[in-house]
T-cell receptor
Framework: EADIYQTPRYLVIGTGKKITLECSQT?????MYWYQQDPGMELHLIHY???????EKGDLSSESTVSRIRTEHFPLTLESARPSHTSQYLC???????????FGQGTRLTVV | AQSVAQPEDQVNVAEGNPLTVKCTYS??????LFWYVQYPNRGLQFLLK??????LVKGSYGFEAEFNKSQTSFHLKKPSALVSDSALYFC????????????FGKGTKLSVKP
């Protein structure tokens, strides 16, 4: 069973607040990803990392930032949340290219 | 541009009937193809993948998919649908080269009625 965890599962926060979405995996995967998904819609890659101290922007432009200081941890930060950031954020990890990715359960973010 | 297309927003099937969820791809090089399922308020779960070899791939929960290179398709199938199969299904393709990022289709909602 894949072990990749996202916290919080649900977050409602006011405009202008700084938030960090946590993602951790215990599988030792080098590659980690963040996807953004509106309800019932396709996934868009917003960030990815191929290892410690490696981060890249994905296909969809995002105001969020990520860091990869440890292999198992890939947090996503929004410095100033806006209603347009309301979405579901899915974290994933994979062993190598191109292997099937394991997904966390997601964080549903609502900015009011 | 590389892309994955799922032409149907929704597929409706009666329980016990066969189901097909369609996927076509446009990816450079040899494609690596995947199907994922997403239940409400959950993350994505891996169903099956095609990397190389036999064009018919068998996966979890009785699902299978057929890789067709000439038609650039990777349709998901199941001989007998269950109500519990109702979910959102995503087709994904791995890019050629070393990066291995997955490109996802927009998803198809499968509804299986009793």
């Amino acid at each position: 069973e894949a072990d990749i965890y996202q916290t919080p599962r649900y977050l409602v926060i006011g405009t202008g607040k700084k938030i960090t979405l946590e993602c951790s995996q215990t599988m030792g995967h080098d590659k980690m990803y963040w996807y953004q998904q509106d309800p019932g819609m396709e996934l868009h890659l917003i960030h990815y990392s191929y290892g410690v101290n490696s981060t890249e922007k994905g296909d969809l432009s995002s105001e969020s930032t990520v860091s990869r200081i440890r292999t198992e941890h890939f947090p996503l930060t929004l410095e100033s949340a806006r209603p347009s950031h309301t979405s579901q954020y899915l974290c994933a990890s994979s062993e190598g290219a191109p292997r099937s990715a394991f997904f966390g359960q997601g964080t549903r973010l609502t900015v009011v | 541009a590389q892309s994955v297309a799922q032409p149907e927003d929704q597929v409706n099937v009666a329980e016990g009937n066969p189901l097909t969820v369609k996927c076509t791809y446009s990816v450079s090089g040899n494609p690596y193809l995947f199907w994922y399922v997403q239940y409400p308020n959950r993350g994505l779960q891996f169903l099956l993948k095609y990397i190389t070899g036999d064009n018919l791939v068998k996966g979890s929960y009785g699902f299978e998919a057929e890789f067709n290179k000439s038609q650039t398709s990777f349709h998901l199938k199941k001989p007998s649908a269950l109500v519990s199969d109702s979910a959102l299904y995503f087709c994904a393709a791995g890019r050629g080269g070393s990066q291995g990022n997955l490109i996802f289709g927009k998803g198809t909602k499968l509804s299986v009625k009793p």
